[in-house]
């Protein structure tokens, strides 16, 4: 089955404590993308990728880092967390074909909590 | 910045039709359409590309105004499964970046 898989769900952490949420695409996708929503903004792209070792910034990097080592998994690192990045985050992945984005497929998100 | 979506929420009965904007401020690329039912993620509705042709989807189409850089989303006879919220997201250019508006909430009553 296609699907983007995103781990953990749930998370509640401490203000400070590293984290990284994963993220797996298994349709061999050249684009990725991280994204979080909170009420009233809708989604903002935190990083994207358009390919193995091609990351850039979206609207909202500070306080995150991402990595594409390999072309379905897209983790995001959050090194020193603050309450500010409680969050629901969610991850897709696209054909992105010809340096363009298609259809993007959403994982099921990931609710964090910091504290 | 965010594209703007209007309205905020609508309120419809099943069966009537509605229109959900989402304009900006800059020149566009393209335009991406989503919906998210509640607890769910986003699931892809249609693109538009500038200079391309208006698309559709079931009964839900939409346009993309290049000279007003505005795009607009078409709920034809809606139906209770159209419940959700509409996100719209721009493309200036090809790269990859994408800008999302805050959302329409739409509510589909019998």
């Known amino acids: 089955e296609a699907q983007v898989t995103q781990n953990p769900r749930y998370l509640i952490t401490v203000t400070g404590k590293k984290l990284t949420v994963t993220c797996s695409q298994n349709?061999?996708?050249?684009?990725m993308s991280w994204y979080r929503q909170d009420p009233g903004l809708g989604l903002r792209q935190i990083y994207y990728?358009?390919?193995?070792?091609?990351?850039d910034k979206g609207d909202v990097p500070e306080g995150y880092k991402v990595s594409r080592k390999e072309k379905r998994n897209f983790p995001l690192i959050l090194e020193s967390p603050s309450p500010n990045q409680t969050s629901l985050y969610f991850c897709?992945?696209?054909?992105?074909?010809?340096?363009?984005?298609?259809?993007?497929?959403f994982g099921p998100g990931t609710r964090l909590t910091v504290t | 910045q965010q594209p703007v979506q209007s309205p905020q929420a609508v309120i419809l009965r099943e069966g009537e039709d509605a229109v959900i904007n989402c304009s900006s401020s800059?020149?566009?690329?393209?335009v991406h359409w989503y919906r998210q039912k509640h607890g769910e993620a986003p699931v892809f509705l249609m693109i538009?590309?500038?200079?391309?042709e208006q698309k559709g989807h079931e009964k839900i189409s939409a346009s993309f105004n290049e000279k007003k850089q505005q795009s607009s989303l078409y709920l034809t006879a809606s139906q209770l499964s159209y419940s959700g919220t509409y996100f719209c997201?721009?493309?200036?250019?090809?790269?990859?970046?994408?800008?999302f508006g805050a959302g329409t909430q739409v509510v589909v009553t019998p």
């Open positions: 897709a992945s696209s054909a992105g074909l010809a340096g363009e984005v298609h259809e993007q497929y």
């Open positions: 349709m061999n996708h050249e684009y």
């Open positions: 990728s358009m390919n193995v070792e091609v990351t």
């Open positions: 800059k020149a566009l690329y393209s």
């Open positions: 538009l590309l500038k200079g391309g």
């Open positions: 997201g721009t493309e200036f250019r090809s790269w990859g970046k994408l800008q």
